[in-house]
């Protein structure tokens, strides 16, 4: 109950129109239950020219009413009813119109909400969160879930409101007219409850299944997609094609198990209606053939009864929708509840340019318990203006110490400061802004070349962005494209070489002009044709600036004014070139097996 609350908080914000909605769905439902049930009798009156009878019982207001009706000549009763069934028919139309319009606008302005709510708090998580979750997942919250959402809103509360105001005026109805043979109803609700629990419970389970299935195949496209490259390379399509089959059966094995048992319902609520239909015919039947009750009040009684049927299937349908949210609601809330593990602090300080140094002062990292210590006892300053290269074998913590900086990490213990200032006293704005990172994977989005550049210095004109490009050598590649700036680069930059990816993020830099620049290995996976252009964009964009390069160059390791060797975690050596040939064994090795060959 506590997971269905938490599905209606959605609702906020939208009572207005969800009230609307359910007050036309009443009027709706008033209408379907009267227009034909309490036609039965008069139709009967019409064709045989028989009177009216009803039991003793009924209130004095339909007696009147019956005595009326048959006061009125058939004839006359011919030509009224059909046109007044016809303008309660059309009354009854346009009522439902708008219920369905106003329940369906809710039901888009709650997806629309919560989709937005899940990439805003996507946005805010911090970057070990990405690291625990696939992005096809990710993606399949924001899609898949919020669809289910959708029904259990548009129809599951529609049904929830309509269909049990249709119980009650078809019990109504019948109680009326006969009360001894409607208590048969009451013992239809265990046969129907008791199966509808079982399924519910059920239904549930394979839900979430479902939901979780139809990650693993967007997470599945995405990677394939993205990396159609590679498959291609390696002559992959069939092995990825029979992957994807996989996943696909067993979604579709996990689906037919959810629709087998929402299915099921249907046989068991029919089954259960026929059989008291029955035995409703025959204990009302009797009073026909006793005079007691004229067959058009018999056919409303048997009607009224078989129709509390059909409303209770429909709530048992609902009830799968109803399941199915849940489950989706529950995998959104995971999302949603789940606190960012880097904050900004309250009354967050903003900070002034860089004037003086970067210092790490006894920091120790390590992204979660299980995974042990990345960073052990790091101490290093880097004062403004320097160029300070950080090297070391595969896995000894290089990225991590340098994206504890710019804070998308926090230290587990130690400080990360600037000037002298904590960087978790200042606002994630001021500290970034000074910050410009450059990385071995080039990250472009599917606009134009001109909004590539300009991502995050949204303001910068024409002018300031073509500098910006023929600073980075971009401007060459970039002129002989046509319609020039303006053109998509395609998802992921797909329509350019890796050196014209690269040339276009170190001109995003340029762009935003940073005090700090940290180049993750941004040459690694470069041609050499291309890593020249690149190197020497890289030279234009470290001028004047505070630089930290995790770098595999020689030429860029000579140039630098400090060289920090990592290993395991730890520096084991801090120094200028020619010296930690001699002092640091681990740097020898590095130049003579990585760093030479490079020259």
Known sequence: MKNYFKLLRFLKGH??????????????????????????????????????????????????????????????????????????????????????????????????????????????????????????????????DVGVIENAVSYAVTDLVRQPVLVLIFLGLAFTFNVHGTFLIFF??????????????????????????????????????????????????????????????????????????????????????????????????????????????????????????RPIKRMANVQAIIQQALAANERIYEVLDTKPTVVEKTGAKEFGVIQQKIELEQVNFSYDQSSGPVLKDINLRIRKGELVAIVGPTGSGKS????????????????????????????????????????????????????????????????????????????????????????????????????EKQRLTIARAILKNPPILILDEATSQLDSESEKFVQDALDSLMKNRTVIAIAHRLSTIMKADKIVVLEAGRIVGLGKHDELLFTCPLYRRLYETQFSTSS
């Open 400 to 499: 991590t110490l340098v994206n504890l900086i710019p804070r998308f990490y926090d230290v587990t213990s130690g400080k990360v400061s600037l000037d002298g200032v904590d960087v978790k006293e200042a606002s994630f704005k001021s500290l970034r802004s000074q910050v410009g990172i450059v990385t071995q994977e080039a990250i472009l989005f599917n606009d134009t070349v001109r909004n590539n550049i300009a991502y995050g210095t949204f303001d910068a004109t024409k002018d300031q962005v073509q500098e910006a490009a023929r600073m980075a050598f971009a401007d060459h590649f970039v002129e002989k494209m046509p319609h020039g700036y303006e053109p998509t680069v395609g998802d992921r930059g797909f329509r350019l070489s890796g050196g």
């Open 15 to 144: 009572f207005r129109r969800f009230a609307t909605a359910i007050a036309f769905i009443l009027g709706s439902s008033m209408f379907e239950g009267v227009q034909l049930t309490l036609m039965l009798p008069v139709i009967d009156r019409i064709f045989t020219n028989k009177k009216i009878v009803v039991p003793n019982q009924v209130p004095h207001f339909i007696s009147r009413f019956v005595d009326y009706l048959n006061s009125i000549d058939a004839h006359t009763l011919f030509i009224a009813v059909p046109l007044s069934f016809l303008g309660l028919f059309a009354i009854k139309q346009v009522v439902s119109f708008w219920a369905d319009y106003f329940m369906n606008d809710v039901a888009q302005r709650v997806m629309r909400d919560v989709r937005s709510k899940l990439f805003e708090r996507i946005q805010t998580l911090s970057l070990d969160y990405f690291s625990k979750r696939r992005t096809g997942e990710l993606v399949a919250r924001i899609t898949n």
């Open 188 to 309: 239809i609700a265990p046969f129907i409850a008791i199966p509808m629990a079982i399924i519910s419970k059920r239904l549930r389970k394979v839900s979430r299944g479902q939901q979780e299935k139809m990650a693993d195949i967007n997470s599945h496209l995405l990677e394939t997609i993205s990396g159609v490259r590679i498959l291609k390379a390696f002559g992959t399509e069939r092995y990825e094609i029979q992957r994807f089959s996989q996943q696909n059966q067993d979604y579709y094995k996990l689906r037919m198990k959810g629709i087998k048992n929402m299915m099921l319902m249907g046989p068991i609520t029919e089954m259960v209606g026929a059989i008291f239909g029955i035995a409703a015919v025959l204990i009302l039947g009797k009073d026909v053939l006793d005079g007691h009750l004229s067959f058009g009040v018999f056919s409303l009684s048997i009607v009224s009864i078989l129709q509390v049927i």
